[in-house]
C-alpha cells in the first residue's frame, strides 16, 4: 500500500507540472491506455467510453480543483459542482471532435508533433529538448512516449479542428462601437428604500410561532454529530532519527542538476504592426515598410515606449509595448531567437512571426546562473530528511493500521508503541472537531469529511491530512434530528420576526409602485410614509450606484427604463431591503474614448464570439449523435 500511495503522489505531482504546460494530461486522461474492459460508462455514436477512461477524467477534475481550493474541497462541494457529469460530459466531447476532425480530415505530421513536444519546457535542459528528461519525465508519469504522443497528437487535432471553426469569426468596427456605447452608457434614477428593519412594531403571537415551526422544521434541523479517537502520525517527530549520508547528497545534486540552474530570460518591449498569414505579397511589403519606419525613427533616439504607444497594434501599447521578463520557449519562435540574440539596450529591426511585423527592444538580459553543491547541500540535506520522515511516518501509520481490525485495538496497539490516541468531543460534518483540537487536528475540514463516512467503531485507513498521517475510529454516533420547539422557540421568534419585517416592508414598497402608476406624486406619497426621494446621479451599468453601492440586480432594472417605460414590474429586492426605483434620464457616449479602448474591446468580443460559435457548434454536432450513457453511471 505504501508503494501504491507513493506512485500516485508522483503520478499527480507531474500531472501538476506538465498540466500548467500540456492541458492534454488533465483534460485527455490516459485511460484508454490502461484497459481495455469491456464495460463502459457511455456510447458516443458506436464509441466506447470506458469506466478506466472516465475514473481518470473523474480524478483530474478532482485534483484540479483541489489544487485550486485546497481544504475547502470536501464532499459537498463535489456533490454540488456535479463534477462526475461534468467528468463524462468532457469525455464525450472529446470523442466527438475527434469523430468530426476525421471526417474533415485533419491530420498532425510526425513533424508537426515533434515540434510541438520539443517546445514543452518540462523536457528541456538549458532551453533545448533532452531525450533522456522526456522520458524520465513520461515514466515517473507512468506514460510511455508513445502514449504520450497518442495523446498530444489528438490533442493538436482537436485544437487543428478548432482553428478551422473559429477561422470566419471576426469582429468589425461598428460591432465594436455599439459595445463601447452599450457598455458606456449611464442613466440616473430617483429610488426610495423600504427597509425591513425600520418596522419595529411586530410581535408574533404563539400561534404564529407555532405555524412558521411546522412549516420550517427542516431547516431547524439538529445536524449529526460524532465523536472519533485518533493517532497523528507528524513527520516532524521522526526527523531527528534520519539519518542522510553525503553520498545521498551528492546523487540528488547530479540527479536533479536543472533544479539548481534558473534559465536565460530577457525583459523586453516591441512595436507590434499586425498582419495576416494570408496576406498577399503587396500588403506584406506594405506593412514591412511601416515597421522600418518605426525602427528608423527608433534609432533617431525617439523613445521607444512611446513609440510603441502611438504605433503598436498589441494589448501591450498601453505599457508601452512592455512585455515582462520571459523565458525563450514562452514567446513564437522567430521572436524569441531574435530577443535572446541581442543585448540591453539594443533595438531590433522588423521580425516577422504569424502575427505579424515585431520591431524589439531589449531592457535586460538575466543570464542563467546555477547552485553550486556546496550551496546547495543544506537544502538538499533538510529536503531528503523531510522525505525520509515523511516515510517513516507513513511506515508506522501502516503498521499499526494492519495489526488494528477493530474494538479497542487502537488502542491496544497505540498502547504498545507507546504512541498518544486522541479522542475528540463530538463535532458536526460541517464545522469538524472543537478548535482546542487544532494543535493535533490541522486539517479539520478534510478530518471531519472522511471520519462522516466510517461505519461505527470502523478503523479507517491511513490518511494524509498535509501535515500528517491520521488513523481514525468512529466509535459514537448521534442521529441528526428536529428538535422540539421548546429548544428553539427564540430562534424561531427571531427568524420570524425578519420574515414578516421583510414582508411589511414589500407590501409597503408594492403599495407605493402602484400609487405610482395611477400617477400619484412620488414627493408627496413618500411624504406621507416618512420615506426620502434619493436622485443617484448619473452611474454606468457596471459601476457602483451612487448611495446604494453595487446592487446588480437594481442597476439592470435602471437600465431598462426609459421615458416610455419610468417604472418597474415590481419592487426591488436589495441588500438593504425593497427598492423602487424611477427614471430620470439617459446618456449615450459619443466616440471619445473609442480609439484608445477600441483594440481591447475587439480582443474581448472576438472572445466571446469565439465561445460562443466553437460551443454552438459542438451543441449541434452533439443534437447529431447518438450518445447513450449506461443506467448504472447514475446509480
Known sequence: MLRLLRQNATNW?????????????????????????????ALVNGETITSEEYREEYNNTIERLRQRLGNNLNDDMIKMLNLQSQALDRLIDKKLMLQEAAKLNFRVTNDELADTIKQIEAFQKDGNFDRKIYEHV?????????????????????????SFILSNVKVSEQEAIEWFKWENTSVNIDFVLFEPGRYDDINPTSDEINSFFEDNKEFCKIDAMIKVRFLCFDPDAYSSVVKITNEEIQDYYESNIEKFKTQKTVEARHVLIKLDQSSNPETVEKKRKTAFDIFKLAMEGIDFAELAKQYSECPSKNKGGYLGEFK?????????????????????????????????????????TGVSFKDAKDKIRNKLVEEKAKNLAYEEAEAVYDASFEGDDLI????????????????????????????????????????????????????????????????EKIP????????????????????????????YANELLVALKDNKHLDKECEKLNLNVVTTGFFKRNSSMPHIAFEQNISRAAFKLSNANMLPDAPIKGGKGYYIIRFRDRKVPGLDGFEEEKEKIKEKLLKQKMFKTFDAWLSSIRNKSVISIEKSFWE
Open 138 to 162: 513520461l515514466e515517473q508519469n507512468r506514460l510511455t512516449p508513445q502514449q504520450f504522443e497518442f495523446i498530444q497528437k489528438n490533442a493538436m487535432i482537436i485544437e487543428k479542428i478548432r
Open 480 to 507: 441528526e434530528k428536529i428538535p422540539e420547539l421548546k429548544d428553539v422557540e427564540e430562534r424561531i421568534r427571531i427568524d420570524l420576526i425578519k420574515q414578516m419585517r421583510d414582508e411589511k416592508a414589500n407590501k
Open 412 to 475: 491496544t496497539n497505540a498502547e504498545a508503541r507507546g504512541l498518544n490516541i486522541v479522542t475528540t468531543d463530538f463535532f458536526t460534518k460541517n464545522k469538524g472537531p472543537d478548535v482546542k483540537m487544532a494543535t493535533e487536528i490541522k486539517n479539520r475540514s478534510s478530518f471531519a469529511s472522511y471520519a462522516f463516512n466510517l461505519s461505527l467503531m470502523e478503523i479507517g485507513e491511513v490518511q494524509d491530512f498535509e501535515t500528517g498521517y491520521y488513523i481514525i475510529q468512529l466509535i
Open 13 to 41: 505531482l507531474i500531472k501538476i507540472i506538465l498540466g500548467a504546460i500540456v492541458v492534454v494530461f488533465v483534460f485527455w486522461g490516459v485511460g484508454s491506455f490502461r484497459a481495455q474492459r469491456k464495460d463502459r460508462v
Open 328 to 368: 525563450k520557449n514562452a514567446m513564437v519562435k522567430p521572436f524569441a531567437e531574435k530577443a535572446f540574440q541581442m543585448k540591453a539596450g539594443e533595438i531590433s529591426e522588423p521580425v516577422r512571426t504569424q502575427y505579424g511585423w515585431h520591431i524589439i527592444k531589449v531592457e535586460k538580459v538575466n543570464e542563467d
